[in-house]
């Protein structure tokens, strides 16, 4: 062991652990989900830290013999390494000032370690005053969220583009599948099921667009700003210098807040954020909820499409099969919403020069990332990928139904298709065989009007040249 001081005293400390006494005093004091800071928000953390080191030494402040070790500590933990030496609970009170203090601990006693001393000589390279350099927790933190949210939302979109690319080639593979078109659950008009795809797609990317959107709201950064947004202890060249330096070890663009005291008292941006995947949720459980009920028998139910079969679904009922993969996503989603409440409510807790909730804040968009992106990719591969098209049952829904009337209304107009739809549902007779019983259309005429391709294609083909707008 070795003895730590801080003002409020002295503290044992394993002498094998990089972090210090703030880090002991916090893993007493929070022990509420169980869990462990998220690894790449560590990265994260220890990229602003260099950044913030670099500056430094840019401006003169920071000596290289502390500064140059500082770095290569903080190298060391973005390469993955010493990340069971931040044990603390993400849920936390202090706005996060325990895990830029155990941030600060490790880089200094790994420096310290590099520099051939022991642990523990914070008169040499001091947490506070070295790591902690013209910085404060409510400037590093809200930050470190931000370096860590590009990390995670390049991983979702990704993944979503794996996504829209499936439904690309799902929706050329069904281009032909004619199927049954439902508004209210019930029959409407024939679509084909490439066309149902091909609207998946859309979607999806519709996902990645509202997503990148959002991510603009966090390239202001209030580094500099220190405590309150004042610049306290802080530098303007420093102010001026870092956002570059951020910009260049991340790869993504950052700049100064215009106004330092709102970019520390507001965090508005990560509801921003969370909103675009919580809107991104509501669609993907549409499209999960739409793959449900197409999969959905198969003896009696739709059965227009087939899911691979990854486990049973049953513990008394054999051969049983759900749709396990579309499921799950759907659950994941519910988290997704349920996290962005809890966002909603931290964002508007904050008082006067700060928001003391950002942990819980970067706890939940951090999930929000995580587990979307594992949602997305499960269901890309193992659901949509093995996703095939039951061509016969389409088919037959199709033939069996009265919607296709709607297809003959510029040909014959709406009091007939009307009175034959009555007749069609009240005797169970197809459509088809009454318009050639009672000699309306000649068959030849019926089959290129309920051709799939006249169905399912807007454009004027086939229709009487009376009914066309002269151009």
Not at 34 to 43: M, Q
Not at 187 to 192: C, F, N, S
Not at 331 to 340: A, K, L, R, S, V
Not at 396 to 414: C, E, F, K, M, R
């Amino acid at each position: 062991m070795r003895i730590e001081h801080d003002f409020l005293g002295d503290r044992e400390v394993p002498d094998d652990c990089y972090y210090g006494v703030q880090t002991m005093r916090a893993i007493d004091n929070f022990q509420i989900t169980g869990l462990r800071i998220d690894p790449d928000f560590i990265k994260a953390m220890a990229v602003v830290k260099k950044a913030a080191a670099m500056t430094n030494m840019a401006t003169h402040r920071l000596p290289h013999e502390i500064g140059d070790y500082l770095i290569a500590a903080a190298d060391e933990i973005i390469d993955g390494k010493w990340l069971d030496q931040f044990p603390l609970d993400p849920i936390q009170g202090g706005a996060g000032t325990s895990i830029n203090m155990n941030m600060n601990e490790v880089l200094c006693n790994r420096a310290l370690e590099l520099k051939g001393l022991p642990k523990g000589r914070y008169d040499l390279i001091s947490p506070n005053n070295h790591a902690n350099m013209a910085q404060s927790t409510n400037d590093s933190f809200p930050t470190s969220i931000k370096v860590c949210v590009f990390t995670k939302a390049e991983a979702l979109s990704k993944a979503l583009e794996r996504m829209a690319a499936e439904f690309d080639a799902k929706g050329k593979e069904f281009h032909d599948v004619i199927k049954m078109g439902r508004t209210h659950l019930q029959d409407a008009v024939p679509i084909t099921l490439g066309e149902e795809m091909d609207a998946y797609a859309s979607i999806v990317r519709r996902c990645i667009s509202r997503i990148d959107r959002s991510l603009d709201a966090i390239r202001a950064i209030n580094m500099g700003g220190t405590a309150v947004g004042t610049g306290i202890n802080s530098e303007v060249e420093y102010i001026a210098e870092y956002p570059d330096i951020l910009t260049r070890l991340t790869g993504h663009h950052f700049e100064t807040s215009s106004n330092l005291v709102d970019a520390t008292n507001s965090t508005d941006s990560y509801a921003e954020i969370s909103g675009a995947l919580k809107t991104s949720a509501l669609s993907l459980i549409k499209i999960a909820n739409d793959i449900r009920l197409m999969a959905s028998g198969p003896r009696c139910g739709l059965n227009e499409i087939t899911l691979p079969a990854r486990q049973p679904g049953s513990s008394i009922m054999p051969g049983k099969v759900n749709p396990v993969i579309a499921e799950v996503l759907d659950q994941t989603c519910y988290h997704i919403i349920g996290n962005d409440l809890a966002i909603t409510l931290a964002v508007e807790n904050g008082q006067l020069e700060l928001n003391v909730m950002e942990p819980v804040v970067a706890f939940n968009l951090f999930n929000s990332f995580r587990y979307l992106t594992n949602a997305v990719n499960t269901f890309t591969d193992k659901l949509l990928k093995g996703l095939q098209a039951n061509r016969e049952q389409c088919k037959q829904w199709v033939d069996n139904s009265v919607g296709i009337i709607t297809a003959l209304l510029p040909h014959i107009g709406y009091e007939k298709c009307s009175a034959i739809a009555k007749e069609a549902y009240a005797t169970h007779v197809p459509v088809q065989t009454i318009l050639e019983r009672e000699n309306i259309l000649s068959k030849e005429r019926i089959a290129e009007i309920l051709s799939p391709l006249e169905m399912t294609q807007p454009g004027i083909a086939g229709i009487p040249s009376s009914h066309m707008r002269k151009r």
